[in-house]
T-cell receptor
Framework: GDSVTQMEGPVTLSEEAFLTINCTYT??????LFWYVQYPGEGLQLLLKATKADDKGSNKGFEATYRKETTSFHLEKGSVQVSDSAVYFC???????????FGTGTLLAVQP | DVKVTQSSRYLVKRTGEKVFLECVQDMDHENMFWYRQDPGLGLRLIYF???????EKGDIPEGYSVSREKKERFSLILESASTNQTSMYLCASSYTTYPYEQYFGPGTRLTVT
């Protein structure tokens, strides 16, 4: 069945460092891909999305490109801030069920 | 902006109590979902609904039931709360059209003692 694999955390970075969180997927057909962010004690917020191959989703300085040839959707940010500390979830949708398949989440901790 | 609200942010209940968690969305979404989130286990789908009075089991429905009498409201019911149901509960909603992105509420942290 469809699945999402994302890198284990926690990822600890210093402020202004470059961020990459890896996400790969397995899916039949052509899924849409998402990154969600969860700040401490909050629900998940949609961060960005891409709906077809080579699409680049972007928001708040974060970017991810839908790579069909490598089945990947890695999240990147050029310069992280302490306020980016959160858990990041990669997810995909597709098929007839309207459900999302989530990765296990990656905790990012940014130190000043 | 889509708004999904949950009735409580924090809830403490005793073992054996009947517990109701309420979720309301204001975007006329057809789909609504209940998840629980536990450390190390990620998000797990409990139940979802794609229309009023319709429901389908998710991955972990045991010990839970749901009710959807109106399109905007989806309730999760713990018939007899147990300590292993202590968790963060998240509600979400979405349209039935592609790409099916879901919008989440702030969550309810339930503690069963």
């Amino acid at each position: 069945g469809d699945s999402v694999t994302q890198m284990e955390g926690p990822v600890t970075l210093s402020e202004e460092a470059f961020l990459t969180i890896n996400c790969t997927y397995t899916a039949t057909g052509y899924p849409s891909l998402f990154w969600y962010v969860q700040y401490p004690g909050e629900g998940l917020q949609l961060l960005l999305k891409a709906t077809k191959a080579d699409d680049k989703g972007s928001n708040k300085g974060f970017e991810a490109t839908y790579r069909k040839e490598t089945t990947s959707f890695h999240l990147e940010k050029g310069s992280v801030q302490v306020s980016d500390s959160a858990v990041y979830f990669c997810a995909l949708s597709g098929g007839a069920t309207n459900k999302l398949i989530f990765g296990t989440g990656t905790l990012l901790a940014v130190q000043p | 902006d889509v708004k999904v609200t949950q009735s409580s942010r924090y809830l403490v209940k005793r073992t054996g109590e009947k517990v109701f968690l309420e979720c309301v969305q204001d975007m006329d979404h057809e789909n609504m979902f209940w998840y629980r989130q536990d450390p190390g286990l990620g998000l797990r789908l409990i139940y979802f609904s794609y229309d009023v009075k319709m429901k389908e089991k998710g991955d972990i429905p045991e010990g839970y039931s749901v009710s959807r009498e109106k399109k905007e409201r989806f309730s999760l019911i713990l018939e007899s709360a147990s300590t292993n149901q202590t968790s963060m509960y998240l509600c979400a909603s979405s349209y039935t059209t592609y790409p099916y992105e879901q919008y989440f509420g702030p969550g309810t942290r339930l503690t069963v003692t």
